[in-house]
């Protein structure tokens, strides 16, 4: 699983937790999210390409970089909305597409139901944000789909990550770089992570 990143620090333990606990009311546990969220989107930026350039401060002139490669984030619907934020707020400058997909309950096979994505895919640096790579059939979908339309630099970011999923995204994508806040032990019959945190996309906006 050497394409796994597993971001960890005190704040995500904490936030996960907060995720975790079934009593979490949606008002929290949106914010929670959106909160692991920067701690994600600021281990992601490591690998972002800088361009150096002049920058003059008020007493001379020094170093100054800015980022090389145009960001397109793409959140999946619906839970990935919840964390994409942070990640616009960070890279304000960044283009947002979005693809929306739904499993199927009873196949857990996904089913797009929209697509929206910039034209400059292939000369940007792609972000999909998704909390829950549990079959990983979401992600991959929407990894093949923004690959044919271009896309050639990929990352996932995520919150909850099953073996399962990484080692689907792993041999159908070995060149998609993934990272999670946690990677959990297993799927239960239903296709739901364990331990996990439920169903992302209703605990996020209150669908039950
Ligand atoms: C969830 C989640 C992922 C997908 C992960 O979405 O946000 O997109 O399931 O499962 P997979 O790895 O097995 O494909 P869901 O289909 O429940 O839609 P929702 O966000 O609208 O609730
Ligand atoms: N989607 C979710 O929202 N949660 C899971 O545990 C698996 C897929």
């Known amino acids: 699983m050497n394409n796994l990143i597993i971001v960890e620090n005190p704040l995500i333990k904490r936030d996960i937790t907060i995720l975790r606990d079934k009593n979490t009311p949606y008002e929290l546990f949106r914010i929670a999210l959106n909160r692991i969220g920067y701690s994600i989107a600021i281990e992601l930026s490591k690998s972002l390409k800088l361009t150096q350039f002049t920058v003059t401060t008020p007493l001379e002139e020094t170093n100054g970089y800015r980022l090389k490669d145009s960001i397109i984030l793409i959140p999946v619907l619906r839970a990935g909305l919840a964390m994409v934020q942070s990640f616009i707020e960070l890279i304000p400058d960044a283009s947002v597409g979005h693809i929306g997909l739904q499993r199927n309950e009873t196949t857990l096979q996904p089913v797009e139901y929209y697509f ?86 209703d605990r996020t906006f209150g669908t039950f």
């Open 116 to 201: 929206k994505t910039p034209s400059h895919l292939p000369e940007s640096k792609v972000i999909i944000i998704d909390p829950m790579l549990a079959t990983g059939g979401s992600a991959s979908y929407a990894i093949r789909y923004l690959k044919q339309k271009g896309a050639a630099n990929v990352s996932l970011a995520c919150l909850i990550a099953a073996p399962f999923g990484v080692n689907k995204i792993t041999s159908e994508h070995p060149d998609v770089q993934i990272y999670t806040a946690a990677l959990d032990r297993e799927l239960n019959s239903s296709g739901y992570i364990l331990p996990g945190l439920g169903d992302a996309g």
